[in-house]
């Protein structure tokens, strides 16, 4: 504030003089000034903002016009004087020049002085008043005068010459081709011609000057050489305001300077950063609120699952198209992501990070498995129906239906497609063919996406059986007849019905007699024909005794299965017995009707039988068949035959169908091996009988075969339950031989602690009995459970359980599952530590207990409480005497090293228990043929195990014990 005071003071006060000498504080120097550079007599350049730094030098004020001070300086103690000299000091204000006491005020207006030009400037010789070197222009053109030394004084805004001779430009309005001078436009703040050119006016009021006596822009803070100063709005240069050195040209001629660049404005960061998914989990889309300023966006996806690359699969690197703020991806449902967003410019800015926003450790959750999982089996259809409650959102469900086949992998609908099945499902519900009385390891529903190419999450429903109470179809026949013989006037023919076999809907399989014929003379069958074999029978073939020409002959056909569902009969066929249905001898021509003789056929009343057979050795319990030849009997008076079939003095079947013809004829008898082993011997016997039904107990001839039916393996319980996929045989001696001293020689099936015995079938266990209290149930569907799905199980283990992920046995800990991904092969003692109790294995493959070391096996000779488990097979060696432990498997092999139909004279024992999941192989296990009243398998159950690891395997303990 001082010094724009004192600037205004001094030009108030001397408004006209150009060349005027000021002067400071102390004697002897005065200060001039050369086109407002201020000097000192010494050359040293005078303080703009205090006028005190030269001294009063008498000597150097010759000029009139001059200022004389009174020795302190400051603008108070300047006054003008008129006088041609100066004195040293002044007494006072307003006292003359010579008068020591002060300064008297000047009375006279000194004219201009003459600058003298300094080096390397231009000279400036000021024209006279009144003197103009240009043609005058009228006085309002200029107010005021130009001078070179203020060129902003007395300037119009338009083109004209000013009083001191120069021309006057306005470069804002009305720019000239050239600028002779490089004048400013005093409207515009820093405005000037650009260059003695023609180019508008710059902007900028930063000046500078340098030694070579040329003007210049600015280009910041002044140089050494020169300082900066800001013109007023009205041209002038306050005084005060800045210093020019000596060495600057002309006058203060200030220059353009180019307009700066502008500074850029700052790009903000975007915020808010969301994220929201679609009803599958692999669509997420961003929003985020814009940045300032922001052309596009560059967005990074990072899946956590490995290092951020923007190479990598699951990563992503993209710049939006625009100043979009949503934007959306794919990702992989259940993985985790972190994202960050920066603004970017087009002009290159980005804001980088952390200037970004982020959004970290997010996913889009996969759509769980559906609800509500539900199974009804069909009642006129080998048909079930399969629904759920369904996802919001999912319309696509996968419905895998896993049967238990017997084969490995268990599920492979790819392999089994008729057993097996993989359905895409655009609803909540199907219908699907299934194999009545069959047992499914289990059903399942995952949810999906149209077309059913991505898997989300499952939901497991237990196995299931749906009763096998539909029958076998009803077999296809035909019909024929043939002529036989004509005896008197008639002609005799004798019928053929056969059928095809059937095969079962459902798991029971036929009937060992599975189908049953009807032949009679009337359509609603009250009577069938003489002979034939009215009730259930193994044949596919029937042919009748001959009978003559007469009415048609009805045939129908049904078949049973091995659970006596019975099929319809077959549609009736009927057939004439004539010569144009059955054919006949051609008739002989005679030339005359001379009478011939009635032709006598010889009498047969003697059934003949040959070429017997059947098998040499059979096991106990054991379906055969016994087959031979006969010849028949007849026409008249032996017209019918007896066969039957003996074993010892029992009779096992009687046939009294008629064969009249006179030819070999095949018949045979169905047979189920005795349950006790020894040698039998079956006969069979042929009679010839005049009348229909003779006495099948007499023979006109006979012929005999023998079988050896051998009790080749058996096994037995101690302390448990059990139950039996289908038919359960078991032939239990009597008497029986101990397996060891856990063992009794009670012939039952279950000793010691004895629960229920039960079978989808049938249960026989002859000549014993199934416990001393007998408890069984035939016919009896298990409930299902988790045990029918071991694979499920292991499932269920992983998300519910503790366990331990393991790639080999030294792995193994105790008092957890340990699950190893593929087979398992235990082929030493030592290879489970006999440390580790309370544990489970499971391989999710096949389990294989090699034959160890030396003979007589052992596996877990300590019986610690261990139990295996495995997905596929536990395969045991026939080396193997004793194991412990729970063995639990969808197949369970007792001599894996010997061939399906072999066995092996090695017995074994198993402490713990043993479960298959479904039908097994065969046990193998046999016992040398002086120990066949004992066991050849022995399962002691062990509670203690079970209690043990009843942790574990909380979820498939159940009462029922199971061995297949």
Not at 386 to 411: A, C, H, M, Q
């Amino acid at each position: 504030m001082k010094f724009f005071l004192l600037s205004l003071f001094l030009f108030l006060l001397v408004p006209q003089v150009d060349a005027a000498s000021y002067c400071g504080g102390s004697a002897g120097k005065c200060c001039d000034t050369i086109d407002y550079i201020y000097k000192c007599s010494d050359g040293s350049t005078c303080d703009s903002s205090d006028f005190g730094a030269c001294n009063f030098n008498p000597s150097d004020c010759t000029k009139s016009g001059d200022i004389s001070c009174n020795g302190e300086g400051g603008p108070a103690s300047c006054l003008l004087v008129a006088g041609p000299s100066c004195s040293a000091t002044c007494a006072a204000p307003g006292q003359s020049a010579t008068n020591p006491g002060g300064c008297s005020l000047a009375t006279t207006v000194p004219a201009l002085p003459t600058n003298t030009p300094r080096p390397g400037q231009p000279t400036n010789t000021p024209t006279p008043p009144g003197v103009p070197t240009n043609t005058p222009v009228p006085p309002a053109s200029c107010s005021g005068r130009c001078d070179f030394s203020k060129p902003y004084e007395g300037c119009s805004s338009i083109p004209g010459t000013c009083d001191n001779g120069k021309t006057c430009w306005s470069c804002k309005t009305s720019p000239p081709a050239a600028c002779p001078y490089q004048f400013c436009d005093p409207s515009v703040l820093g405005g000037c011609c650009l260059g003695n050119t023609a180019g508008g006016c710059a902007t900028v009021g930063r000046y500078h000057c340098s030694e070579d006596g040329h003007c210049g822009q600015n280009d910041g803070a002044p140089d050494a050489d020169c300082h900066a100063s800001r013109v007023t709005v009205d041209g002038s240069i306050p005084k005060g305001s800045g210093v020019w050195q000596a060495s600057c040209c002309g006058g203060y001629i200030p220059i353009a300077t180019p307009t700066p660049t502008p500074t850029p404005i700052p790009l903000g960061p975007p915020s808010n950063l969301q994220k929201s998914c679609n009803a599958t989990g692999d669509k997420m889309t961003l929003t985020w609120t814009a940045g300032a300023y922001a052309d596009y966006y560059s967005l990074r996806k990072d899946n956590k699952a490995d290092g951020f690359s923007c190479s990598n699969a699951g990563d992503s690197c993209v710049d939006t198209a625009s100043a979009v703020t949503t934007y959306g991806m794919t990702v992989i449902p259940g993985a985790t992501y972190d994202f960050w967003i920066h603004s970017r410019s087009n002009s290159g800015a980005w804001v980088p990070s952390p200037g970004g926003v982020h959004l970290d450790g997010v996913s889009c959750s996969a759509p769980p498995g559906p609800t509500g999982l539900t199974k009804s089996c069909s009642t006129s259809t080998s048909e079930a129906t399969f629904s759920w409650t369904g996802v919001p959102g999912i319309s696509s469900y996968i419905l895998r239906i896993d049967k238990n086949d017997g084969l490995i992998p268990e599920w492979d609908p790819t392999a089994r497609p008729t057993t097996d099945q993989w359905i895409c499902v655009n609803g909540t519900s199907s219908t699907r063919p299934i194999v009545q009385g069959a047992n499914y390891l289990g059903w399942s529903v995952q949810s999906s996406n149209a077309g059913c190419s991505a898997r989300y999450g499952i939901t497991t429903a237990a196995g299931f059986t749906c009763p096998d109470t539909f029958p076998p179809p009803v077999p296809t026949s035909t019909l024929s007849c043939n002529y036989s013989y004509t005896s008197g006037s008639k002609k005799y023919y004798t019928i053929t019905y056969a059928w095809n076999a059937v095969t079962d809907v459902g798991t029971a399989g036929m009937h060992i007699y599975p189908y049953w014929s009807q032949a009679s003379r009337y359509a609603n069958y009250s009577d069938v024909l003489i002979g034939w074999n009215n009730n259930w029978g193994p044949a596919l073939t029937r042919t009748s005794i001959a009978y003559p020409e007469t009415d048609p002959v009805y045939v129908h056909v049904r078949s049973r299965d091995a659970l006596d569902n019975q099929s319809g009969w077959s549609t009736t066929q009927s057939i004439i017995l004539n010569d144009a249905n059955c054919g006949g001898p051609s008739p002989t021509p005679t030339p005359t009707p001379t009478p011939t003789p009635t032709p006598t056929v010889p009498q047969n009343t003697i059934c003949n039988v040959q070429s017997i057979s059947c098998p040499a050795e059979i096991d106990v319990n054991t379906n055969f068949s016994v087959s031979f030849q006969f010849y028949g009997t007849g026409p008249d008076s032996y017209k019918y035959e007896s066969r039957s079939l003996y074993q010892g003095t029992s009779q096992l079947g009687c046939n009294t169908s008629d064969e009249t013809a006179f030819a070999w004829h095949n018949d045979s008898f169905g047979v189920f091996s005795p349950s006790v082993a020894g040698t039998y011997t079956y006969q069979a016997r042929c009679y010839g009988t005049s009348s229909s039904g003779g006495a099948c107990g007499s023979a006109d001839d006979s012929q005999s075969c023998t079988v050896n039916v051998i009790q080749l393996s058996w096994f037995k319980l101690k302390d448990a339950s059990f139950h039996k996929r289908g038919v359960f045989y078991n032939s239990i001696s009597n008497p029986a031989g101990a397996f060891d001293s856990d063992d009794t020689t009670e012939s039952y099936f279950i000793i010691g602690n004895a629960g229920l015995v039960s079978s989808d079938t049938v249960i026989n266990l002859l000549p014993g009995t199934v416990s001393q209290s007998n408890l069984k149930k035939n016919s009896y569907i298990r409930a299902s459970s988790q045990l029918s799905d071991v694979a499920s199980f292991v499932e269920y283990a992983k998300l519910r359980k503790k366990i331990k992920i393991i790639t080999n046995l030294s792995e193994l800990e105790s008092d957890t599952i340990n699950i190893l991904h593929g087979d398992i092969t235990i082929s030493s003692v030592s290879d489970v530590n006999a440390s580790i109790q309370n544990a489970v294995i499971i391989a999710e493959g096949n389990i294989n207990l090699n034959n160890f070391p030396g003979n007589g096996d052992t596996f877990n000779p300590s019986a610690k409480s261990i139990a295996l488990m495995a997905t596929g097979s536990i395969n045991i060696h026939s080396d193997f005497k004793e194991i412990n432990g729970v063995f639990i498997a969808p197949s369970i092999d007792f001599a894996s090293d010997v061939a399906s139909g072999g066995t092996v004279e090695t017995p074994l024992k198993i402490n713990g228990n043993i479960i298959a999941t479904r039908n097994a192989a065969e046990i193998k296990r046999s016992r040398a043929v002086v120990d066949r009243n004992k066991p050849s398998i022995f399962i002691v159950f062990k509670p203690k195990m079970y209690i043990d690891l009843l942790i574990h395997l909380s979820q498939i303990i159940q009462e029922g014990r199971l061995i297949q």
